[in-house]
């Protein structure tokens, strides 16, 4: 009689750039578990796209590491295709991030940091534009190594879209940034002071990056 079989995956990272290795773990359990080790092949997908195969080992797991996968939010899964002994079965999906960076082709022009009333609130507008090819959004502005005591609180531009942790601004939605075109982006922040740093990098194909 085939037994049933499990399958989880998991991912060396949920972040990761355009041709950056991405690491996908496999395991396959009995089901009920139990002490046989199921053996077999693991077929990993982006979708319906195979990314590859690998078998599993002594241990029920199996590993592919691949830089193929393109920008975008990604949606992988890996599926124990099964044998005569063992039931085929399927992950969940685990969502992945794949950024693609197009900071080189624009000109980041950062303005004056002004202090907006008597508080610790400051105002800072930069703008961007377009350099090389048509850029297709979305579009993302991150704001990175931002000074420590130092947090965005909001920001304006063509779409704003603000959320905890790493700051970033998507400054275009799904729409065509053509050629010479610029983008102002408002930054408001509460600070220390106004000497507040960070490096600005541009991604475009992910909503979050």
């Known amino acids: 009689m085939s037994s049933n079989t499990t399958t989880t995956l998991l991912t060396?990272?949920?972040?990761a750039l355009v041709g950056q290795p991405v690491t996908l773990t496999a395991r396959v359990a009995t089901s009920p578990l139990g002490p046989v080790v199921p053996v077999g092949v693991v077929k990993f997908l982006d979708g319906s796209t195979t990314l590859g195969t690998a078998n599993l080992d002594s241990t029920g797991t199996a590993t592919l590491t691949t830089g193929s996968l393109q920008s975008g939010n990604r949606n992988l899964t890996a599926v124990f295709v099964g044998n005569n002994t063992f039931i085929g079965s399927t992950s969940s999906p685990v969502a992945e991030t794949i950024a693609n960076e197009v900071t080189s082709q624009f000109k980041i022009t950062r303005g004056a940091i002004r202090r907006r009333g008597r508080g610790p609130h400051f105002v800072q507008t930069d703008k961007l534009k377009n350099t090389g090819a048509p850029v297709i959004g979305p579009i993302a502005l991150v704001l990175d190594g931002l000074s420590p005591g130092a947090?965005?609180?909001?920001?304006?531009?063509?779409?704003?879209?603000?959320?905890?942790?790493?700051p970033y601004i998507l400054v275009l939605g799904n729409s065509v940034l053509g050629r010479g075109k610029r983008i102002p982006v408002r930054l408001d922040f509460s600070a220390h002071s106004r000497r507040i740093r960070y490096t600005p990098h541009l991604?475009?194909?992910?909503s979050n990056p």
């Open 12 to 15: 060396s990272t949920n972040a």
């Open 151 to 166: 947090m965005l609180t909001r920001a304006t531009g063509v779409t704003t879209s603000i959320q905890p942790g790493r």
């Open 203 to 206: 991604f475009t194909g992910i």
